[in-house]
């Protein structure tokens, strides 16, 4: 994951150059792969820090500058993110989700913040996240031909629907008691 500290290590223009490298980055590999002509899509979301929102925007304008589609999950716990790789969102139109970005800095002070990312179900690596910043350094983006487009979605009533269908008759009779602290 990145971490720092916002306003002095990080700041929105940095942000978007990740998004820009994460563009590319992604784009190369699905071009070497048998989904080449598929339009690419990764979901976004963001925890309540107060920076979070700006820091979004702009991964999100580095992510369409590349034309990378964007699914904005909005305000949501980390897990919701990872979920969004499996979600079915075909009544969306969206096909499989193939990464996901989220604005977060986990257990950090306030002062930070940071992204955890994943491309087709795997977090980045250490390597992986190098070779980002080799991207940002050198300036390496793809100015797509066609910008990306961003569509904003609520995934609360697709979890809700997914957990209560999983565990639907697990514990009948028995009492649970669920500490849904840190997602």
Known sequence: DIRAIVGKQTNPPVFELVGKAYAKYITDKIQNSDKKNTPIWVSIGMDARLHSPELKEAVIKGLLFGGIN?????????????????????KENVPQIQGTLI???????????????????????ENEIVNLKEITKKGDFIEAPKQGICIEYNLVDDYISFISKSFSKIGKGIKVVVDSGSG
Not at 103 to 125: D, R, V, W
């Open 70 to 90: 964007v699914l904005d999950l909005g305000l949501c716990p980390t897990p919701f993110g990872y979920f969004s790789e499996y979600n079915d969102f075909s």
């Open 103 to 125: 604005i977060t800095a986990s257990h950090n002070p306030p002062e930070y913040n940071g992204l955890k990312m994943t491309f087709q179900k795997n977090t980045f690596s």
